[in-house]
Nanobody, 121 residues
């Protein structure tokens, strides 16, 4: 079975930085696109960032472009999201996912449990 486990969430102040990680079990990690989604209270889950396994091509939601950076380490079966200049509107549960290149839920086959990121003063 494939399992994804997110870590690193927490409470930070506006303007702070935070990095979260997702470890994926199995030897097939390098076959899949990795992505981060988030869901704020009362809102639908939305795409945040994605990265291809080979070549490192990335894509970002307009709301985080220039502030967030997605990366991956295939040797460690880990995907990262580095978040800078955090805003209150970034508050959400962040989920990592593995699947095909895309920005919609249906493109991703495996999902983590999520980690809470709260940005508040």
């Amino acid at each position: 079975q494939v399992q994804l486990v997110e870590t690193g969430g927490g409470l930070v102040q506006p303007g702070d930085s935070l990095s979260i990680s997702c470890v994926v079990s199995g030897r097939t990690f390098s076959r899949y696109v990795s992505a981060w989604f988030r869901q704020a209270p009362g809102k639908e889950r939305e795409f945040v960032a994605g990265i291809r396994p080979i070549g490192g091509t990335t894509r970002y939601a307009d709301s985080v472009k220039g502030r967030f950076t997605i990366s991956r380490d295939n040797a460690k079966n880990t995907v990262y999201l580095h978040m800078n200049t955090l805003k209150p509107e970034d508050t959400a549960v962040y989920y990592c996912a593995a699947g095909d290149w895309g920005t919609t839920n249906d493109k991703y086959y495996y999902w983590g449990q999520g980690t809470q990121v709260t940005v508040s003063s």
